[in-house]
């Protein structure tokens, strides 16, 4: 493990992992992106990037629009489940 430089103090973070989404811009809009750890996943669940299976186990990220789209009621009924890889190649 190196040791990373501290030009700036960081506040440590709490641990419970997933309770924080982060605000991502896409080409259609702003996203709310949860990582989702290996251990958080109990289902397996479409990617909506290569239409292949998220197995189960394996680390990914929940994506909902800021937004709900016109129609919708809920964020919450739009979350999605990506490869962490796929979300990050999509614009
Ligand atoms: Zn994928």
Known sequence: MAKRPSKHLRVPRPLSTGAF????????GEWMVQTMPADG?????TCPGCSQPVAVGAAHVVTWPRVASIGSTSTVEERRHWHTTCWQRRR
């Open 21 to 28: 989404a982060r605000m991502e811009a896409k080409a259609d």
């Open 41 to 45: 996943s109990t289902k397996t669940y």
